[in-house]
């Protein structure tokens, strides 16, 4: 028995200039022989589908962004996958590809918005120490455990959860607000924080290279 909701599949898109997680909700009907029926159409690097990773947007205007990408996803030009071979890497290099200092280097290789898998390629890598490469994962997982929270209040992520205003049935909506606002300030404020300290690890790294 076929079941059909199983030819819908999860696909990454493009995700702007948003860094560390994206709200990955897009689902397409995937039909191989369908797709090569179409004349001029392929299906490149079919081996890493489905693979956890990271992903970038080819095109930003403002800088370089990468997100985690969890096992399950189709990934396209628009959507680039970046395959990394030893998956206890992953969050070291999502904070490394989103430093300001990598940034840096890739506008230098490419100054226009449009970013490829070959301007990554040809990024210098430096092996962090121990103590280094500790703190960038400690800071991109307090950013991805922030950010999370933050999406689970945004009704088109997956993860979407009753708002905190609705649930709170201890004080005044007034109160609620102002406590729920609060929390995603101090969010935010914590996830700037983080991401100082993983640019100035990544200026480290570097500048004793």
Same mark, same amino acid.
């Given at each position: 028995?076929?079941?059909?909701?199983?030819?819908?599949?999860?696909?990454?898109?493009?995700?702007?200039?948003?860094?560390?997680?994206?709200?990955?909700?897009?689902?397409?009907?995937?039909?191989?022989?369908?797709?090569?029926?179409?004349?001029?159409?392929?299906?490149?690097?079919?081996?890493?589908? +489905?693979?956890?990773?990271?992903?970038?947007?080819?095109? #930003?205007?403002?800088?370089?962004?990468?997100?985690?990408?969890?096992?399950?996803?189709? +990934?396209?030009?628009?959507?680039?996958?970046?395959?990394?071979?030893?998956?206890?890497?992953?969050?070291?290099?999502?904070?490394?590809?989103?430093?300001?200092?990598?940034?840096?280097?890739?506008?230098?290789?490419?100054?226009?918005?449009?970013?490829?898998?070959?301007?990554?390629?040809?990024?210098?890598?430096?092996?962090? #120490?121990?103590?280094?490469?500790?703190?960038?994962?400690?800071?991109?997982?307090?950013?991805?455990?922030?950010?999370?929270?933050?999406?689970?209040?945004?009704?088109?992520?997956?993860?979407?959860?009753?708002?905190?205003?609705?649930?709170?049935?201890?004080?005044?909506?007034?109160?609620?607000?102002?406590?729920?606002?609060?929390?995603?300030?101090?969010?935010?404020?914590?996830?700037?924080?983080?991401?100082?300290?993983?640019?100035?690890?990544?200026?480290?790294?570097?500048?004793?290279?």
């Amino acid at each position: 028995i076929c079941n059909k909701s199983d030819r819908y599949k999860n696909y990454v898109k493009g995700g702007g200039s948003v860094q560390y997680i994206g709200i990955n909700n897009v689902k397409i009907l995937w039909d191989e022989e369908e797709i090569r029926k179409t004349h001029g159409s392929a299906i490149r690097n079919k081996q890493y589908y +489905f693979q956890e990773g990271l992903t970038f947007s080819g095109v #930003n205007s403002k800088r370089f962004s990468v997100r985690y990408l969890p096992e399950g996803y189709i +990934f396209d030009s628009g959507g680039s996958f970046i395959h990394v071979k030893n998956n206890e890497d992953i969050l070291y290099f999502l904070g490394l590809l989103n430093s300001k200092f990598i940034n840096y280097i890739l506008r230098l290789f490419n100054p226009t918005i449009n970013f490829k898998n070959g301007d990554i390629h040809r990024l210098p890598y430096i092996k962090p #120490n121990d103590e280094q490469r500790a703190i960038i994962i400690n800071c991109v997982s307090n950013i991805i455990k922030l950010k999370k929270e933050i999406n689970e209040n945004n009704e088109l992520d997956n993860n979407f959860t009753l708002p905190a205003i609705l649930r709170n049935k201890k004080g005044t909506i007034s109160e609620s607000i102002i406590e729920f606002i609060n929390k995603c300030d101090r969010n935010l404020i914590e996830i700037e924080n983080n991401k100082d300290i993983i640019d100035k690890t990544v200026f480290d790294i570097y500048a004793l290279s």
